[in-house]
């Protein structure tokens, strides 16, 4: 019995550490199915969401504002640095997005140096996720639970607004042929700012989900981006549903990796990446090598 | 070359003329620009875009300095082998990522620097984990040959590493073997197409450039005294990358000047605002966008207007 909670509370975690890493990993694969970019400064877009968190938290004491808040402006700052520069690098080959990415990630990273400080920052989960509740009698915090839940709510409707709406269908299309897109009067260049603004977004409200549990610190980007990376190249880029089960694979790995081999969690990622990449180049999900 | 053949005597003129700290500083450069010229085989002429050169840089820094640490090997013996040991290890390490192309290439190098960042805190008796190694000795050479315990001798002991790959990865380059290095960078379909087993020139190009890459790491460790995990860290990664692009890639001299570039540049800024990786980004990103081919490149593009 006691092994049984020990293992319910242990997949919980990976569950809520696996929504986490979705919210960043589908983002950068939407970005990166449409745009052929691959956009290192993610990381730094999911930083930036746990700093405005923070401060919006700060300001009007409210979590729910926060969550709203925190995606608007990082996605929206996103695509402005789309509109104004990664626009001008199309049809340049694809390492010209790495590079200037990184640039942006270095930027970010002091900017939010600059206005936030480099202590990290806790930010309080709202009234009543802050609870413990009891499965089979094994303390689990509630918070961790509603991190499980929005993934699955946020997993829902991205993939109907992806099926459903119009700009999701646009999205498609895209992926598929931009240049049929455009031909048929769609202004494809509109539909890859928005993408990367909704990519960026996602990565925002990450951050500012991931604030509570792990507190803001100029840390973060790095180990997100490296983490998200993994998970969309397990999944398979520009994979949708590869990068959901990339970071579940991810994180039930990192949370039982760190459980039974402390020593070599990490170790444990990098070799599941390299497995995929050896059997299947393209990732689990992906269609080109 | 005849470029290269004035500034090998210019550089090597310069310690008469230098302060010391001046000359600290250009060491450094001397043993950045030899890291950058490696990544610049892989990123100017293959187009194998490294992210994880770090990795190559601090494996060769902790190999020299555990020799050096732990036997009475010479100094520039343990370098070299050093950046052989590392070269070694590339082919595997390049068998891997070379099973991936473009963008996953990429990010597969950067999760092998990652793993031996990881490994780098664990593995005490190696790496002295945070800690580190400090007090990495120079060791003298047989028959009391110490000339290179000194500033200026290490100053030509770097500068001399650097000539050699210079003059090691220039005939590389316009060889047989630079050829289809080129095919792939342009054409690597074509290049199939023609007889070429691709994967084995990349793999061989990985070895090459990791193995130069831990010959620079293996300079520093003597050169710093120590080595830490600073050394295999992603930043680092990311700043050889800015020293070839802003240099030139594909020019081998180019990213040396990247590299003395971004040291000056680094020393002039911090020295007004700690917020030096803020001016980084944007010079980056400004290069990037307005001036990929880089400084030398702009240059080299500057004499071609003008026929003598």
């Known amino acids: 019995m006691e092994f049984l909670a020990f293992l319910v509370t242990q997949c919980l975690n990976a569950l809520s550490q696996a929504a986490l890493l979705f919210f960043l990993g589908c983002g950068l694969t939407l970005i990166f199915g449409i745009m052929r970019i691959v956009n290192f400064a993610h990381g730094a877009f999911f930083m930036l969401g746990a700093y405005v968190g923070y401060s919006t938290v700060h300001w009007t004491g409210s979590f729910w504002i926060a969550l709203i808040v925190a995606p608007i402006l990082v996605g929206g700052f996103g695509a402005a640095f789309e509109l104004g520069i990664l626009r001008r690098l199309y049809g340049r080959d694809g390492h010209a997005f790495l590079m200037v990415t990184f640039g942006l990630t270095l930027i970010m990273g002091e900017v939010i140096r600059l206005i936030w400080g480099v202590e990290a920052l806790q930010v309080k989960p709202p009234a009543g996720l802050s609870d413990i509740v009891f499965i089979l009698d094994e303390p689990f915090p509630v918070y961790r639970l509603f991190l499980v839940g929005s993934g699955i709510v946020v997993a829902l409707l991205i993939w109907q607004f992806l099926e459903r709406t119009r700009l999701g269908l646009l999205i498609r299309a895209t992926s598929q042929n931009a240049e049929m897109v455009y031909a048929l009067g769609t202004d494809v260049r509109l539909v890859r700012s928005a993408v990367f603004g909704i990519g960026c977004g996602l990565a925002g409200i990450g951050g500012v989900m991931a604030a509570p549990l792990v507190t803001a610190s100029l840390g973060m980007a790095p180990n997100a981006v490296i983490d998200t990376f993994v998970i969309v190249i397990i999944g398979g880029m520009g994979s949708f549903a590869g990068s959901l089960i990339g970071a579940i694979l991810v994180a039930f790995v990192q949370v039982f990796g760190t459980y039974y081999f402390p020593d070599f969690a990490l170790a444990f990622m990098y070799l599941i990446m390299v497995t995929v990449l050896v059997v299947r180049p393209g990732g689990l999900l992906g269609k080109e090598a | 070359m005849r470029f290269a053949i004035a500034a090998a005597a210019l550089l090597a003129l ?249 040291l000056y540049v680094q020393q002039k800024l911090s020295s007004y605002t700690d917020s030096w990786a803020l001016f980084f980004g944007v010079i980056f990103i ?16 500057r004499f071609k207007q003008k026929p003598v």
């Open chain 2, 14 to 262: 310069l310690p008469f003329g230098l302060p010391l700290y001046a000359m600290t500083l250009l060491t450094e450069a001397l043993i950045l620009g030899l890291f950058a010229m490696s990544l610049d085989l892989m990123v100017g002429y293959a187009r194998l875009i490294s992210f994880g050169h770090a990795a190559a840089y601090g494996f060769g820094a902790y190999a020299c300095g555990n020799f050096l640490l732990h036997t009475t090997m010479p100094l520039p013996f343990a370098v070299l082998l050093a950046g052989v040991l590392g070269g070694i290890v590339a082919i595997g390490v390049g068998w891997v990522c070379t099973q991936a192309t473009g963008v996953s290439f990429s990010m597969l190098t950067l999760a092998y620097a990652q793993l031996l960042y990881a490994v780098a805190f664990k593995w005490t008796p190696v790496t002295g984990a945070s800690d580190g190694l400090a007090g990495i000795p120079r060791n003298p050479g047989p028959f009391g040959v110490t000339w290179w315990s000194t500033h200026a001798g290490f100053y030509y002991l770097a500068l001399a590493f650097l000539l050699g790959a210079f003059v090691f990865c220039h005939a590389l380059v316009r060889s047989p073997f630079g050829a289809v290095l080129r095919g792939i960078r342009e054409n690597e379909a074509k290049t199939i197409a023609l007889g070429y087993n691709t994967r084995r020139y990349k793999i061989a190009i990985v070895a090459i450039s990791f193995g130069l890459a831990g010959m620079a790491g293996a300079l520093y460790a003597p050169f710093a005294g120590f080595a830490n995990t600073e050394l295999l860290f992603w930043l680092l990664s990311g700043q050889v990358l800015i020293m070839v692009i802003v240099g030139g890639a594909g020019t081998l001299i180019g990213p040396v000047l990247g590299a003395m570039f971004f």
């Open chain 2, 286 to 301: 400004l290069f990037v966008l307005f001036l990929p081919e880089g400084i030398w490149g702009l240059v080299l593009s």
